[in-house]
Structures are given as structure tokens and as C-alpha cells.
């Protein structure tokens, strides 16, 4: 008797054969189907008459994506008139060059938040405190851990004094581990012009300074609310410490 693969024989009920053009088995015709695959929006009949086992489920992937009419237009609309509600300080008058990256600076060029505060014109930001000097770096995102150096450690602060003459003293209660050239971030001064992140100069084991910008008048900056932390803020290119705040020059 001749193989007949995997199609049932009945003398009482004869059915045709028929080869599975996928796999080549021979079944019984009618338990072949045809093979259906996305093309476009639709389905359609890829011809190839198969089994069960080798008919596949039509792939997704080549279906088309929909994408649904625009709204309609509606009559008398009423939207924001952003030429007269949009508030512009910019000066483009005695325009100078930023020596450090070539970009002109505009003359007079006063920077506004959303609400149309002053902002400060640090290319990195200053301190979040002041919502006036918006945008600025906020503490709570320095990244605690990098690498297996350790920071946000809080600094044991005694004393934090204006010299006068552009510069901030920080003297801490135990040693502070800082080198010149690290970070630190520091809110809650009394000046709010002294916070914000700041390239350090060691001087001492538990001192250190760093440079003020507007220069303050000499006495004590520190607080009950003050926090200093160490940080390691991205720099902008081509600089080697934090920019000090004020007017580019």
C-alpha cells in the first residue's frame, strides 16, 4: 500500500490528497487552508495552500498604520495671542563676543523666567532658592555616587564670611577632604547672591574658599539654614571650573 503521510483513507468516505506546499506532507485536501499576510490595510491570500502546522499568523508587522483624519476646523476661535502675551527684554543693541565660546552676547541682554523674573545669566544656572534666578541647580540632584567617589556629603560648616573683596571663607568643624578644584553646592546663605555651585580653592585641612559674584561687602554669610554639600555638576566646554554668575563678558 502506498504511503499516505498524515491524510486519513476511508473506502466509505473517500477524500482527495493533497501535499502541504509549505512543508511537502501529504494530508487530506480539505484539511488544507490558505496561507493569509498583511499587506498594506489588508489581508491577502499569499495562494500556498497549507497545513494546520505550517499555517503562520499573519504578521503585524507589515500592516499599515492607520492614521486617523485631523479635527475639524471649528467656527470663531478664540487662541492665545503670544505677541502681546509673551514678555521680551532682549536688547540687540552694542552686541559683544563671548570670549570663551565666539557666541555674541547681546548689549544690555536681560534674561526672564516664565513669570518674568529676572534670571541670572550663569550659562550653568545658580542656586534654585531665588525662583527669580531661575533656572538654576538644585541640590537635591547631585548624584550622590559616582564611580566610588561619594558626594552630596554635608560639610560641617562654623563659619561662612564675605572678605570683601570678591571672595567667600569657609571654615569647617572637622576636615573636609576637598582639593582645589572640587565642587560644592551651597544654599540658605544670607546673601542669596552667594549660593549656588561653586568652584573651591583649598587653603587649610578645614578651610577653603571660593570666588564671589557681584562682589559683597566683608561679614558673616552663614545662617541656621544653611547647607553646603559637595557636588560634580557638568561644566559647559571648554571651561576647567563652575562660571561665576553676572553678565558675560
Same mark, same amino acid.
Given at each position: 500500500?502506498?504511503?499516505?503521510?498524515?491524510?486519513?483513507?476511508?473506502?466509505?468516505?473517500?477524500?482527495?490528497?493533497?501535499?502541504?506546499?509549505?512543508?511537502?506532507?501529504?494530508?487530506?485536501?480539505?484539511?488544507? $487552508?490558505? $496561507?493569509?499576510?498583511?499587506?498594506?490595510?489588508?489581508?491577502?491570500?499569499?495562494?500556498?495552500?497549507?497545513?494546520?502546522?505550517?499555517?503562520?499568523?499573519?504578521?503585524?508587522?507589515?500592516?499599515?498604520?492607520?492614521?486617523?483624519?485631523?479635527?475639524?476646523?471649528?467656527?470663531?476661535?478664540?487662541?492665545?495671542?503670544?505677541?502681546?502675551?509673551?514678555?521680551?527684554?532682549?536688547?540687540?543693541?552694542?552686541?559683544? =563676543?563671548?570670549?570663551?565660546?565666539?557666541?555674541?552676547?547681546?548689549?544690555?541682554?536681560?534674561?526672564?523666567?516664565?513669570?518674568?523674573?529676572?534670571?541670572?545669566?550663569?550659562?550653568?544656572?545658580? =542656586?534654585?532658592?531665588?525662583?527669580?534666578?531661575?533656572?538654576?541647580?538644585?541640590?537635591?540632584?547631585? &548624584?550622590? /555616587?559616582?564611580?566610588?567617589?561619594?558626594?552630596?556629603?554635608?560639610?560641617?560648616? /562654623?563659619?561662612?564670611?564675605?572678605?570683601?573683596?570678591?571672595?567667600?571663607?569657609?571654615?569647617?568643624?572637622?576636615?573636609?577632604?576637598? *582639593?582645589?578644584?572640587? $565642587?560644592?553646592?551651597?544654599?540658605?546663605?544670607?546673601?542669596?547672591?552667594?549660593?549656588? #555651585?561653586?568652584?573651591?580653592?583649598?587653603?587649610?585641612?578645614?578651610? #577653603?574658599?571660593?570666588?564671589?559674584?557681584?562682589?559683597?561687602?566683608?561679614? *558673616?554669610?552663614? =545662617?541656621?539654614?544653611?547647607? &553646603?554639600?559637595?557636588?560634580?555638576?557638568?561644566?559647559?566646554?571648554?571651561?576647567?571650573?563652575?562660571?561665576?554668575?553676572?553678565?558675560?563678558?
Amino acid at each position: 500500500m502506498r504511503n499516505h503521510g498524515r491524510a486519513r483513507v476511508s473506502a466509505r468516505n473517500p477524500r482527495a490528497f493533497g501535499i502541504c506546499d509549505r512543508c511537502g506532507i501529504l494530508y487530506n485536501h480539505v484539511n488544507l $487552508q490558505w $496561507q493569509y499576510d498583511w499587506a498594506g490595510a489588508s489581508l491577502i491570500n499569499k495562494r500556498i495552500l497549507v497545513c494546520d502546522t505550517c499555517n503562520d499568523v499573519p504578521q503585524t508587522q507589515l500592516r499599515a498604520i492607520i492614521v486617523p483624519a485631523d479635527p475639524v476646523p471649528i467656527q470663531n476661535p478664540r487662541i492665545q495671542d503670544y505677541a502681546t502675551a509673551s514678555s521680551d527684554y532682549r536688547i540687540t543693541q552694542g552686541n559683544t =563676543t563671548n570670549a570663551q565660546t565666539g557666541i555674541p552676547v547681546p548689549g544690555g541682554d536681560t534674561r526672564i523666567t516664565q513669570n518674568s523674573n529676572t534670571r541670572v545669566t550663569q550659562e550653568i544656572g545658580g =542656586t534654585r532658592v531665588d525662583i527669580s534666578e531661575q533656572p538654576g541647580l538644585d541640590q537635591n540632584a547631585v &548624584m550622590p /555616587l559616582q564611580g566610588t567617589t561619594a558626594y552630596y556629603v554635608t560639610l560641617p560648616l /562654623l563659619s561662612v564670611t564675605s572678605d570683601g573683596a570678591g571672595n567667600a571663607t569657609v571654615t569647617c568643624s572637622a576636615v573636609h577632604n576637598l *582639593s582645589t578644584g572640587a $565642587q560644592i553646592a551651597v544654599e540658605g546663605l544670607s546673601v542669596g547672591t552667594a549660593n549656588g #555651585f561653586y568652584t573651591v580653592t583649598v587653603t587649610t585641612a578645614t578651610a #577653603f574658599t571660593y570666588q564671589l559674584n557681584p562682589v559683597l561687602s566683608a561679614g *558673616s554669610l552663614l =545662617t541656621g539654614t544653611t547647607k &553646603m554639600v559637595t557636588a560634580n555638576a557638568g561644566l559647559p566646554y571648554n571651561f576647567d571650573q563652575v562660571p561665576q554668575t553676572g553678565p558675560l563678558s
